[in-house]
T-cell receptor, first 113, second 115 residues
Framework: DVKVTQSSRYLVKRTGEKVFLECVQDMDHENMFWYRQDPGLGLRLIYFSYDVKMKEKGDIPEGYSVSREKKERFSLILESASTNQTSMYLC????????????FGPGTRLTVT | AQSVSQHNHHVILSEAASLELGCNYSYGGTVNLFWYVQYPGQHLQLLLKYFSGDPLVKGIKGFEAEFIKSKFSFNLRKPSVQWSDTAEYFCAVARGSGGYQKVTFGIGTKLQVIP
């Protein structure tokens, strides 16, 4: 079974803090994704990566950065957390071949106070 | 810009009722289409997908979806819902060549099935 794990299920941070969200997948997938999930807005793509050290902006990259130094790990960084970044963050991975589905992690519920 | 529209945001049905959830997308090129489901407290998981071939695709738990290219639609159906189908359903569209695909999700439809 494909497994995507995220470092924390719940996280509480203060405004202005630097926040790291980690995601690891164990199926050697080339593609990895970070989304945020908000009620009434669905899933919105923040960043994705199709290879090590490669990244592409999604629909809402402002206020976020990412890092992919190893194939299995994709990190989302909030340089200076703000209250409007309070959300559920989902990581996903998929193989490179077109048409393949994404496998999702359990999510990290981040609260910024 | 690519967009994915789900018409029903909250649907309430009695058990054994039939279900149809609408999904339309705006991109005109080649696309791959997906329906994902998120049961309460669980991960998002794949329900079914369309890549090519037969436009009527079948997924898990008795769900099916029909791709109608002329209408840019990929509606999800189930003839008879069960209480265990209570969940949030997301339509997703992937476009791009090879494995370099950008995926856009709809805002989701919450389905509540009443016993």
């Amino acid at each position: 079974d494909v497994k995507v794990t995220q470092s924390s299920r719940y996280l509480v941070k203060r405004t202005g803090e630097k926040v790291f969200l980690e995601c690891v997948q164990d199926m050697d997938h080339e593609n990895m994704f970070w989304y945020r999930q908000d009620p009434g807005l669905g899933l919105r793509l923040i960043y994705f990566s199709y290879d090590v050290k490669m990244k592409e902006k999604g629909d809402i990259p402002e206020g976020y950065s990412v890092s992919r130094e190893k194939k299995e790990r994709f990190s989302l960084i909030l340089e200076s957390a703000s209250t409007n970044q309070t959300s559920m963050y989902l990581c996903a991975s998929s193989p490179r071949q077109g048409g393949r589905e994404q496998y999702f992690g359990p999510g990290t519920r981040l609260t910024v106070t | 810009a690519q967009s994915v529209s789900q018409h029903n945001h909250h649907v309430i049905l009695s058990e054994a009722a039939s279900l149809e959830l609408g999904c339309n997308y705006s991109y005109g090129g080649t696309v791959n289409l997906f329906w994902y489901v998120q049961y309460p407290g669980q991960h998002l998981q794949l329900l079914l997908k369309y890549f090519s071939g037969d436009p009527l695709v079948k997924g898990i738990k008795g769900f099916e979806a029909e791709f109608i290219k002329s209408k840019f639609s990929f509606n999800l159906r189930k003839p008879s819902v069960q209480w265990s189908d209570t969940a949030e359903y997301f339509c997703a569209v992937a476009r791009g060549s090879g494995g370099y695909q950008k995926v856009t999700f709809g805002i989701g439809t919450k389905l509540q099935v009443i016993p």
